[in-house]
């Protein structure tokens, strides 16, 4: 490659170039320079882009059911949480139903079901399509914002608190006349059902069931986490409490559930052996 410096610089003598090139004005230095520059490939520019390449709004609404977003779901106010169902299929259940669980603002749950490809129209487009996607909606009313929103692996149900200072666990019941109607163990449920709640001193802001659902950790403005055993689900008790310096933001286990992550306000994140 060609060795090069700026205009109004001189190469400093007795230095060894590839190809040393003596120039006999600045100004025949600057044209060089400038020449070799004008090869160089742009690494940036400040110029506006080129209209004509960008994507048009049919192209942008044609391209909604190809990838860039798969559906909305409205609410009532700004989202704080949400969570989706983990449940797998089992001989017992080969297609379990995915649900969306959205909390907001106003305190209000919401659970959609979402439908698979194969219960949507191919040749919605836009928001019809998106819709298409969406199976139905049950709402349940809670006192205070929904901060924290979790889904037990097995799917039987999931975690809700929030401002109130109280976890919930809502299970999506099934509807037994909509399933002999439609003769399908596992037609959508029609009613979301409190099956206890959990009480703290505190706005509760982030819950996690362990791995094997087994126990269900709860974090908040207490500055406490507490285990608690939900392996009767009606009948959820604390069976240890790990105090820390500062409200509790983040829980997470560990694949195993050996472990469990605790982050928040202290500028810690604490490691502790599970229960």
Partial sequence: QRSFFMAGERPNEGTSNNNPTDYESESEAASDTEGLLQQMPLQYSTSLPDTKSMISNDEFEASLNQGMI???????????????SRQVPTLECTTPPLFLAVGTESGTLSVTELMDDASSSSSSSGENYSKARLGSTMTLQRQGRIR???????????????????????????????????????????????????????????????PDGQFL??????????????????????????????LINSLDWNPNGELLAIGGSDKLCTLVDAP
């Fill in 148 to 210: 924290a929103l979790n889904f037990s692996p097995d799917g039987t149900c999931f975690a809700c608190a929030g401002d109130d200072g109280s976890c919930a666990l809502v299970m999506v019941e099934q509807d037994k006349q909509d399933m002999e109607d439609n003769h399908d163990s596992n037609a959508f449920g029609k009613n979301l059902r409190i099956l206890s709640e959990i009480s703290r001193l505190d706005r509760i802001y982030t819950v996690q069931f362990s």
């Fill in 70 to 84: 798969w559906a909305e779901v409205d609410c009532d106010s700004q989202v704080l949480a949400v969570a989706l």
């Fill in 217 to 246: 950790a709860i974090g908040g403005y207490d500055a406490t986490v507490a285990i608690v055993d939900v392996t009767s689900l009606t009948a959820p008790h604390i069976v240890a409490e790990i105090p820390v310096d500062g």
